[in-house]
């Protein structure tokens, strides 16, 4: 049995959410962090002292922290090849693909883009700052556009972790009032993952509790 600890509206939490109900593993899950806060206490915080979420802990193992570990831990001991493959070669082709993402997709979606647009106030927003942020995100999805014309799923023909940590943003995305960039190969792929019973349950999941006031 898994124990998670984080809120469902936490997109890192919902990766591993996603990740986790496609192993279709059992787990049990803790809210955790902003309006249902308990991160900065003492317990919370001897598990990670970031103070942040996710949070697992695989039975009686030691909690761990940081989604892509977490991601690749649950990978590695539970997903079969397709999903994380056990060459060595192919697995780095993968797990290249699931770093390109974190680093170029989600932070450059979550902080810049979400944040400004849902968690900050109307007034308070940076309209240049935000069309910028908006342009350097356009320049990496029209990679991942450029890849996914090649096969339905970021490395190929099986949905691996690299979908996870690329497609988990995908819906605020969408879903948010943006300028869209025309990434034909992109809307097809979200479309794809909006098919898939574990994307709607954990991903596609009301973020308005985040507004500011």
Not at 20 to 43: F, K, M, S
Not at 87 to 115: C, H, I, M, Y
Not at 154 to 168: K, P, R, V
Request: charge should be negative; include cysteine; glycine fraction near 4%.
């Amino acid at each position: 049995m898994l124990t998670l600890w984080g809120r469902k509206t936490s997109s890192n939490v919902q990766a591993l959410m996603w990740c986790v109900a496609e192993l279709d593993l059992d787990y049990q899950r803790i809210d955790i962090g902003h309006r249902y806060g308990g991160n900065n206490t003492p317990p919370f915080l001897a598990m990670n002292p970031n103070g942040t979420v996710p949070v697992l802990q695989d039975e009686e193992n030691t909690p761990m922290w940081e989604t892509g570990a977490i991601l690749r831990y649950l990978a590695a001991r539970y997903a079969p090849d397709s999903f994380w493959p056990a060459d060595v070669t192919a697995r780095a082709g993968v797990d290249q693909w699931a770093e390109w993402a974190k680093l170029n997709v989600a932070l450059n979606f979550t902080a810049p883009l979400f944040w400004p647009l849902v968690r900050t106030p109307a007034a308070e927003r940076d309209a240049t700052a935000i069309a910028h942020s908006l342009a350097r995100l356009h320049h990496f999805l029209t990679i991942a556009d450029r890849q996914l014309e090649k096969a339905p799923f970021l490395t190929g023909t099986d949905f691996s972790l690299a979908d996870i940590q690329f497609g988990h943003v995908l819906y605020r995305y969408f879903d948010l009032p943006l300028a869209h960039a025309v990434l034909p190969a992109v809307a097809a792929y979200y479309a794809r993952l909006c098919q898939r019973p574990a994307f709607r349950q954990h991903v596609m999941i009301s973020y308005e509790e985040l507004r500011a006031e």
